[in-house]
Structure formats: C-alpha cells, structure tokens
C-alpha cells in the first residue's frame, strides 16, 4: 500500500545495517536483533485503555518468538497442523474455551469478560504463499516451496500476545472476545467455513462487530490505516476458450482462426472497462493467460484466455461478469468462433463499516499517537477473505505498516514477494490495536 504524505516514523534503533547497498534485493542485510521498540507510546487519559503500549512492550519477546516460530514451518491452504499445534501451545494455560475447526486447522478461543454483555470477534490468519523464501533472515522458511510472504505469521503472533493483554484485563470486559485463527485466506478461503461451523456464535452472545490487521511493507512502520466503505476489492477469475477451425499457416482462408478473435476480445474487454464501468465504482479486468498453437506454421483449433476481475462494489462486479461475456460472444461471432465463457466467483467487496472504520483511526491516534494513525484515501484492487466475516457484522479491516529499518516503503519489497522483509517492532502496535478495540467495544 502506497499513500501520500506517509507519516514519517523513525527506525528502531535495535536493528542495524552490516552489508550491501540499499537497494540490494538478492539478500537480506539485517541483523535481526533486539526486540525492544523505541517509539514513545501515545498518551492516553482513558483508563480502559492505558497502559497497553506498555503491556505490548513487555509480551514482544514472545510475540517475536512465535512470530519466528510460525515463519519457519510455513503451511498452506486450509490444513495446517503444525501452526495449529503452535497456536494451541502458545494459548495453553490462558483462561479462554478453545475450539477446533473439524473441516479445516481452524481455532477458535473465546475469553468470557467479567460482566455479560455482546461479544467482538478479533481474526488473525494464519496461512502461507507457496513460494521458495530468498530473504536471507536467520529465521528464514525451512520449507521448500513454503513462505509467510504475506505476514500471516505476524497475524497470529499479534493476536495471541492481544488474547494475553486481554485475558490480564478481562475485568474491564462486559461480554466476550472471540479469537478467530484462519487458515486459507489466501486460498481456497477460510472464513467461509469458519462461519459455516459457527464462529460467530461461539460465545453465550452473538457477535456484534469484528476487526482484523493486515500487516504491509508497503507502509512506514507502526502506522495503522484504515477508511469506511470500501477497504478491499472482489476477485473472481474467469477462462474463454475461443473455438475456430485448424489449418495449414499458408492458406488461413480454408480454416477459422481462433487466434485474432482472441486478441480483438482483449482489446475490446480493456474498452468495456473504459466504456462500461463507472469511473467512480471502478473495476480492472486482467488477462493474465493467453494460450494458443503448437508451432508457428499451423493455425491452431482453439485459443484460451485466463485472467482476474476486480471490483469495488458489488453491482460493478455483476456488471463486469455480465459485460465479459456480451463482449466474447459478439467478438467470436465476428471472426466466426465459438466460444465458451466461465467466471468463477471468488472474495466478494471487503467493505468496512461507515462508522466503524474512521472509528479504528481515531482509537489508533488515542493509543499509539497522531504519527502512527492515517485515514486511507483510496481502497486497494487486492482481495481478502475476511469480506465474508465483514458481510455478517459490522467491522473493519486496517493495514499495519512494517517497512523494514532503513528502507522507503515505495522500495520495500512488497506483499507476495520472496524477499519481503517486516519490521518485527510495528507488531507491539498490532497488539495494542486489537486489545484496544476489544476494551473499547466491551466497556
């Protein structure tokens, strides 16, 4: 995530640079160290809320630690036995009710507060990407193929120090805090089945709001962001296969060829953007795949395109779907084709509530400080799964920034790279955010 007018934060001093210009991305040239942040915390008269920053300070250590843990045996998809195992030990001996998924490596903890009232779920995911890890860190992935390129890892590592600050604090807590830890965002989807088996109505009462972080590197470190309405794309995918007839590559007029159809239904799926969807709702369609022949001299009997749409309202997601196929049908009867067109579904809108999203900023600026809370100007075109929990109950998806020591965040490695480095330091600031919307939905 890039924004404008970053607020600058200074780098932890703890972390020091040994080797390599600043630009090097083959490797990783960090000591990672000490632990200890050097941000001040920010000042606030609320007692509810007081004394969190401190409280996060003194759990980094083992924040880091299961952090690290987690990072090292990466899993993917929705079955993840060895992060489950760790999640359950790092939870032993809290008083929380614990539950597991029985179709998927979900848990679900609950913290009963000291007086009845609603509850508010808190989620944290807890999956990997499948990509080889080139970051250099001593803690670096062990499994091939396997990497927390997205900062899962710090998810779960934050919501379990917040159920640690919360469970010393459930005096303060009329109702319950639900700890959502979900496998597969990143795919096939987890929050789904996580409904499905009644996360929302784990507690004695149902659920009223919930509130996730996605840490990015892509932010100045210990800054929180959010914004009402819509936070995140949907994301579905789609697949055209374009059918003509096969020939010699020297007498195109005795066959039907599929490869001009297709590439005319590019060109006219970028205009039916441009024409179609209202620049105020927008929307971006991907060709990601294009597949066609076997050798230069024969025109091949089919043609097969492959890509992503992306919307920020659920009615220009129905648009584009229904405008997708007008466009590769009439194309394909100009060029004299067949064609088939599939969309497949997938995370709709993450849209946070209205209210709810200024509300994180503000709660940010109280407890961490005017310099680590940001009001986003524009949602991002990326996907989350949390948008199905959003479609529930109201609540809010924020981002954390954790640019690495010494780096801009526009030269960061991003999300989803294989070189991607957080600061560990903007996790205390994760922590205090889920513990403080805890406090401060069940006072």
Known sequence: ????????????????????????????????????????????????LAGLVQGARVLQP??????????????LGLTLPATQAAVLRALDGLPLRIRTGTGLSS????????????SVLLRGDMDALPLTERTGLPFASQIAGAMHACGHDTHVAMLISAARLLCDRRDALAGHVVFMFQPGEEGPGGARPMLDEGVLTAA????????????????????VSCRPGP???????????????????????????PVPAAAAMIGALQTM???RVSVVEPAVLTVGKLVAGTTTNIIPGHAVLEGTIRALAESTRALVHTELRRVCEHTAAAYGCQVDVTVKAGYPVTRNDDKIGPHVVDLAKQVLGGRHAETMAHPLMGAEDFAYVLGEVPGALAFLGASPPGVDPVDAAPNHSDQVVFDESAMEYGVVMYAAYALDALR
């Open 1 to 48: 995530m890039r924004t404008a007018n970053r607020p600058k934060v200074a780098p932890p001093v703890t972390r020091r640079r040994v080797t390599g210009p600043a630009n090097d991305r083959d490797r990783c040239h960090y000591r990672w160290m000490a632990t200890i942040s050097p941000h001040p915390p920010g000042k606030t008269s609320d007692p509810i």
């Open 62 to 75: 083992r924040t880091v630690a299961v952090r690290r843990a987690v990072h090292r045996h990466p899993e």
């Open 107 to 118: 848990i679900v903890a609950v913290l009963d507060g000291a007086r009845p009232g609603p």
């Open 204 to 223: 004695e009462t149902p659920v009223r709001s919930a509130f996730a972080l996605h840490i990015t590197s892509s932010n100045a470190s210990g800054v």
């Open 231 to 257: 936070m995140m794309a949907s994301s579905d995918t789609f697949a055209v296969r374009v059918t003509g007839r096969g020939g010699h590559g020297g007498m195109p007029h005795d066959a039907v060829d």
């Open 273 to 275: 953007i441009a024409r």
